[in-house]
DNA sequence: GGGTATGGTGCAAACGTTTGCAGCGTCGCA
DNA sequence: TGCGACGCTGCAAACGTTTGCACCATACCC
């Protein structure tokens, strides 16, 4: 462990020195400055950072906690909270909770000991728990809400979000179109805020257009999730079947494929986010185009507005409906 | 910022008693232990850890830093170090380095600043500026090497990594024995030791077969590297094509098709890592399988013993060619 | 040459935390 | 009832770092 006063000893002058030609660099003679920075890197000196009762809005690091790295969905969103976050001068760390919520109390905790602010993407812990998780760290939520709890202490969360409602309806109004008249609905985790927003918004879409929704059940949000739904979709009879992210749509594709249902002759699929994957597969994937890059940027621009005391007001951004090749009008013959 | 202080206070205790009730519990009274621990909680303390001196090996955090979240290989060592790390009972913080060496090296001094210690996978700085971030710090490198530098006092860095020749000569004998005499290879970026391997050994297994290597130049080691790589290789008059990784190759595939070039019938084309991506285009990927969940799990090992005080020695893991449907028999007639 | 401003540096206090040491009270045993 | 042991707690020192304050030397102005 190096510390400043080894730096100190070795560059011949106090810690103050050291101290200061390290953090403000214009306090100190260009010559002394060079030598301390040279000594330093050359014996591996980190400041132990946090050691100091302040670390005010120093540590110039903010955390990122997302369910899942290996989605796609997250990849995107992480890619995007980087980047803006290094052009305003912050690094990011990354954490992924694994679909956990137990998991997620305890990284939010970890990352908000080493950051400045945290971005949680898609948090999968109830409501009590996240709030509890969140006293006293600054944070901002992505598709996810949490409203004010009854503790006046507790902060509003700000949050940004898309506009899961419009997507569901719009992909419902697609399949209308194309005359179908029984759809099925594959769920995400139960803890999923905008997975249940998105049966919702589908319930009422289905109940406005008299268009009979099929619950096939609640699926993990992966692959894998998406190839066990495609069976019941099967077994249901619907002609379509709306998932709830593209990860399960692209396992659905996949399953009925090898089971020789052809798409979107037989059965029409959509999925949700539009991740780059969904134009790769053939039939390409329909999907709710989600604004993933405006999503991670916008969720930065609120976090470093509450560093710097501001305040950050909520936000919803626009979807648009995607048509690619997986959906088709309903097969002719009479529904089995 | 909630401190000791403030929960002593308000659980009418001292500081000490506040601290060994949350970091050595077995010290201190049960009743007081439980109050401490609920106001502590309460109140959102948060140990400003690392303001102690001593901060030895007891963060219990592992950082990782690779070059592309965004890549699906990097995710999934990602995903095994996670578990592996969290089943030791460490947290894994991970950042990405956008494949920048500067930013890497940036990244290494943050992360070493807040773990007891790091994994680098596949880093794309050069050896001597490698070296020089990592004085000091206690690291482990996945998929590249790092001899001991001629500075005594540097430590060598145990290394992971596949067996990149053996893979390469697998394909290549693959290829040969379906008739391909002129192969293009389409490689990584200059900065990548693992892709400078694939090609060297892709160069000596076609002198021993007497193939004609055609080096197509260096691209991305995205899915749009693969699409500006796909051009070259039907400008270049070769029938099969070795891509750096699997991403690349899926490019190339997509580009070849909105070409109208069959696949395998007019050119071959093989990946390098085998992730989940490869078996769901169609054709699938022929591709050579690396142990990336062993590759991430060993890395952790090698990490963890080193932290242990322990010695740790490199290894390498075998690869495997897995034949999909993107190779095929060099076509009939003569090789434009 | 005297006085003053200025810029560079060190001293020492303070931060939040951990930990060795000692004091205190209680309990068990004879 | 007396004594020893032990569990629990507080005091205070120490960690590495930052920062207010003061000192000193040099440069500049008249």
Redesign the interface.
């Given at each position: 462990?190096?510390?400043v006063h080894d730096v100190a000893r070795a560059a011949g002058v106090s810690i103050s020195t050291v101290s200061r030609a390290l953090a403000s660099p214009e306090r100190v003679a260009a010559e002394t400055r060079d030598r301390v920075t040279r000594i330093a890197?050359?014996?591996?000196?980190?400041?132990?950072?946090?050691?100091s009762?302040l670390?005010?809005g120093r540590t110039h690091?903010v955390g990122l906690l997302v369910p899942d790295?290996?989605n796609?969905y997250f990849?995107?969103v992480?890619?995007a909270v980087?980047a803006r976050a290094?052009a305003e001068g912050y690094?990011?760390?990354?954490?992924?909770s694994?679909e956990d919520p137990d998991?997620e109390a305890?990284?939010i905790?970890?990352?908000?000991?080493?950051t400045d602010g945290l971005v949680l993407a898609s948090p999968r812990s109830g409501d009590a728990e996240l709030r509890?998780a969140?006293?006293?760290?600054t944070a901002v939520l992505a598709s996810r809400e949490l409203t004010g709890g009854s503790d006046p202490e507790t902060p509003e969360v700000p949050c940004v979000s898309v506009d899961d409602a419009d997507g569901v309806a719009q992909v419902l109004g697609h399949l209308y179109a194309l005359g179908h008249r029984k759809v099925g609905v594959a769920a995400g985790p139960p803890s999923s805020w905008s997975g249940s927003r998105r049966v919702a918004g589908l319930k009422a879409a289905a109940e406005q257009r008299d268009v009979e929704l099929v619950e096939l059940g609640t699926f993990q949000p992966y692959?894998a999730g998406g190839t066990q739904a495609a069976d019941y979709a099967l077994a249901s009879g619907v002609t379509a079947v709306v998932a709830f992210n593209d990860l399960m749509a692209?396992g659905i594709l996949?399953r009925l494929r090898h089971r020789g249902v052809d798409v979107p002759g037989e059965m029409s699929v959509v999925g949700f986010d539009d991740v780059?994957?969904a134009t790769?597969?053939?039939p390409a994937l329909t999907t709710v185009h989600a604004p993933l890059a405006r999503l991670g940027r916008r969720a930065v621009d609120l976090l470093l507005a509450r560093l710097r005391g501001g305040t950050s007001v909520s936000s919803q951004l626009p979807v648009e409906l995607t048509i690619r090749g997986s959906t088709g009008p309903v097969p002719a013959g009479p529904v089995n």
């Open positions: 462990m190096v510390t890197t050359e014996l591996g000196y980190r400041p132990n950072q946090a050691a009762g670390r005010m690091a790295l290996e796609p990849a995107t992480t890619k980087q290094r690094e990011v760390f990354v954490a992924d694994d998991v305890e990284l905790g970890a990352l908000a000991a080493r509890a969140l006293v006293g760290v692959f692209l996949d780059q994957l790769l597969v053939s």
